[in-house]
């Protein structure tokens, strides 16, 4: 008989699920006979806003040089977050978004045999990467929609080498305090890698930002994951960091392919650090927005997940069935069901004028 070459990848490999992006404006409106320019898209936390102007002003700039490969070591992105952080050049690893280094972990530190420890309705890629290294994933029951750094503690057993926390996390935007997760870093054994990935940490008022930073002295397991995606409007681009004890950087390096960043990504988010009045505006305005769609749902007699990130996860039943008639009516948001909250959409915070637009979509869609 003939096999499917399928057949032939690792049974770890062939059991994965695909991992479910945002729906692409373009493919709603064809799949709906929409116009794509009616379209708006809260569904990938995504910074509406576009770049900022120096950001836009340093990428117009490098396409002349896009003929070239870019400097495998990203030296003068690594120099400006070393200026910018008061880390060490040595402490830095680059990645195609920080999904990438998310998966340096894993390349570097899981394997069969091993495991990592995760919590309930956390990002999709800790279980995935996990499970493509043939490693066993440890899921912890959710408290409060959030994680519960006691039961994860108690669960790291001998063979785990990674716990990975999102702070915030998504899809739930849960927050936990500076003095929570510090002591949860101090107790996990040392032998145990600690993942802090900080995707929406531009998007914290500065008291309720963790000095994550500072811990990575004292703790050489310590792994702190940032993104250009967010706060700095790069998510087409692909460019996120780690941040890490120099001999941990070192073996996420070296599993890393070559060139993993791209030219026109390098010199855009060097350049989007210095953006910080963009940057500041996208942080006031989210909080804004985040009020403006409480306020809303509130209105509409829907219960929340309270946020601290750029989206926030509401209750509304059906979440599937309302999903599909916000669809219908140019919306696109993101069912989180695979995450376990199947009465939850989670909608990224847009402009006012598309968040307006979103709950005049939903309250006409929760009706249908
Ligand atoms: C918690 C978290 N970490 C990491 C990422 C990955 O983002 P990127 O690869 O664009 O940096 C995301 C994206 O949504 C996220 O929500």
Redo the contacts with the bound molecule.
């Keep these: 008989m003939i096999i499917d070459p399928c057949e032939l990848s690792p049974s770890y490999v062939r059991s994965i699920a695909p991992y479910q992006p945002g729906k692409p404006t373009s493919e709603v409106a064809r799949e709906l006979g929409l116009k794509e320019e009616n379209i708006i898209k809260l569904a990938?936390?995504e910074n509406p806003r576009g770049l900022g102007p120096r950001t836009r002003a340093a990428i117009e700039g490098a396409l002349g040089e896009l003929a070239r490969y870019p400097d495998g070591n990203g030296h003068d992105l690594k120099q400006a977050l070393s200026r910018r952080y008061g880390v060490d050049m040595a402490s830095i690893v680059l990645g195609n978004?920080?999904?990438?280094v998310?998966e340096l972990v894993a390349h570097a530190f899981l394997g069969p045999g091993r495991a990592s420890v995760y919590s309930q309705h956390c990002?999709a890629?800790y279980p995935l990467a996990t499970q493509a290294r043939g490693a066993r994933g440890i899921p912890v029951p959710a408290k409060n929609f959030g994680h519960d750094l006691d039961a994860m503690a108690s669960a790291i057993d001998d063979e785990t080498y990674v716990v990975w926390v999102?702070n915030p996390?998504?899809p739930t935007g849960t927050l936990l305090g500076s003095q929570e997760l510090e002591a949860f870093v101090r107790k996990v054994p040392e032998r145990v890698i600690v993942v802090i990935?900080e995707?929406?940490n531009e998007y914290l008022t500065p008291e309720l930002k963790s000095d994550t930073l500072k811990w990575l002295k004292r703790h050489p397991n310590l792994v702190v994951?940032r993104?250009?995606?967010k706060a700095y409007g790069l998510?087409g681009l692909?460019v996120?960091y780690a941040l890490a004890h120099p001999s941990v950087a070192d073996i996420m390096n070296r599993v890393r392919q070559p060139f993993n960043v791209n030219n026109l990504a390098l010199v855009a988010a060097a350049a989007a650090l210095d953006d910080m009045e963009f940057v500041a505006r996208s942080f006031a305005e989210n909080l804004q927005g985040m009020r403006q769609i409480e306020e809303g749902a509130k209105k509409l007699g829907l219960d929340w997940i309270p946020s601290y990130g750029n989206f926030i996860a509401l209750r509304v039943g059906k979440a599937n069935e309302v999903f599909k008639r916000l669809l219908r009516r140019g919306v696109i948001v993101r069912p989180v069901a695979g995450y376990q909250l199947p009465e939850h959409l989670r909608v990224t915070i847009g402009t006012a004028a598309e968040n307006e637009r979103f709950l005049v979509a939903l309250a006409a869609s929760l009706k249908d």
């Design positions: 990938s936390n978004g920080s999904n990438d998310l990002f890629v999102a996390n998504n990935d995707a929406y994951t993104t250009f995606s998510a692909r996120g």
